[in-house]
């Protein structure tokens, strides 16, 4: 898995939005209302660099495009990844963008960047997007089903805030972009590196970059319409029922034609029977901890127990959950941990409960604090199969 980062730990998750207190924007902004929040986020660095930007998106696992707005909006072409280096080495004298998804699954530090937004459940975290953009360049007037933060990294872009759209908004005839036919200006914004721009679900915006090598984050939320909830659920339950229960009838009925209220009541009952506590929970830990990249390889070099006591014996060093990996618990049924991981479900002894809410909760450890965590061998067992499952790695400072 990846190298050594050197990072603050915990990753302690943001506590304010530049002057903004979490508790403020989560109250009065989240979910209902754009905000643009100057200084929002502080950087050392940048996150991850141009070229490497680049690199990434001529692997296979990555997801990437390449945008270039020649000609009207109509014309604007939209390449695919893997991209190739002749996509790069291309002449252009129209502003273009690179969009690289899913950056967190690859880069450490970019991981680390979206532990900062853990101030919401963790489950609801889906990736940060980056964007690398020539002047002029933008990827037009659009709506997400789904929250963002529009963070800048380097360089200026100008946001402008539209209305509020839904699935009956008008699009354009566009074969490769969902843009809005119709766009109108509410609010309007240059960002500068560190500066931020939250957008709710469903409303317009539109980037254009104000400058050359203008480079913006963007923090995605996970949102599955309740159309998929029922769905997914609907699947899940279905493994676990028997086919050998079938659907039967009340018996005699006057009016064959008729489905007949009783009819409807013993299905809802069953239905109804289908949704406890247990069933959901399990449902949706698996649902909301299944893997943006399911092909990903995940692998770590197996470790055995001799060589865990020897890290830590140690004491050097930090335990992180692995770029890619999602996971979560919850306390059901017999009032045990279910750890949820990469849309599997490990129950947990009790003896490793401890560890398992602390590498949940905070996604790095210090190994020097890990050892009351491991006091039992149940907990270590658990680790060495998340370790060697590459869900789990150990890392220098």
């Known amino acids: 898995m990846s190298s050594s980062s050197n990072h603050d730990h915990p990753l302690i998750p943001l506590s304010h939005l530049g002057d903004l207190s979490v508790t403020e924007f989560l109250s009065d902004y989240w979910q209902k209302k754009p905000v643009c929040i100057r200084n929002g986020v502080a950087f050392q660095e940048a996150l991850i660099a ?55 699954c690859f880069v450490p530090q970019v991981h680390d960047f979206l532990a900062k937004f853990r101030f919401v459940p963790s489950w609801r975290l889906d990736d940060i997007m980056i964007s690398y953009a ?52 509410h ?13 709710p679900p469903l409303i317009a915006h539109k980037g254009v970059a104000m400058s050359d090598a203008c480079v913006t984050y963007s923090v995605g939320f996970r949102s599955p319409s309740y159309g998929d909830v029922l769905a997914s659920f609907a699947d899940e339950r279905s493994t676990d029922i028997s086919a050998d229960l079938r659907l039967k009838d009340q018996g005699f009925a006057s009016k064959s034609g008729e489905i007949s209220a009783m009819d409807i009541a013993a299905l809802m009952q069953f239905m109804q029977a289908q949704i406890t506590p247990e069933n959901v929970a399990q449902w949706f830990g698996k649902h909301s901890t299944e893997a943006k990249y399911p092909a990903l390889d995940m692998s770590e070099e197996a470790m055995d127990q001799a060589e865990l006591e020897a890290i830590i014996k140690d ?5 992180r959950v692995s770029e890619g990996v999602r996971l979560a618990y919850t306390w059901q049924g017999d009032g ?62």
């Open 315 to 319: 004491g050097y060093g930090v335990l």
């Open 336 to 397: 045990g941990l279910t750890l949820f991981v990469q849309g599997e479900a490990l129950p947990c002894p009790p003896d490793a409960t401890v560890f398992i809410e602390a590498i949940a909760n905070q996604w790095v450890l210090e190994v020097e604090d890990i050892v009351p965590l491991l006091a039992h061998d149940a907990a270590k067992a658990m680790l060495l199969i998340l370790h060697n499952q590459g869900y789990l790695y150990f890392a220098d400072e």
């Open 187 to 199: 609010q309007e914004f240059i960002l500068n590196p560190g500066d931020l721009l939250y957008i």
């Open 134 to 185: 020539t002047q002029g360049a933008g990827v037009g007037a659009h709506f997400d089903r789904y929250d963002v933060f529009l963070i800048q990294g380097e360089g200026q872009r100008q946001w402008q805030i539209g209305q509020a759209c839904s699935e009956n908004s008008a699009l354009m005839a566009h074969d490769q972009l969902c843009l809005l036919q119709n766009f109108d200006v």
């Open 50 to 104: 141009v070229d490497e930007l680049a690199g990434l998106a001529l692997e296979p696992e990555v997801e990437s495009r390449l945008i270039e707005n020649k000609g009207d909006v109509k014309d604007w072409q939209v390449i695919h990844g893997p991209l190739v280096e002749a996509d790069f080495n291309k002449e252009r004298d129209f502003p273009w963008t690179l969009l690289v998804q899913g950056v967190d």
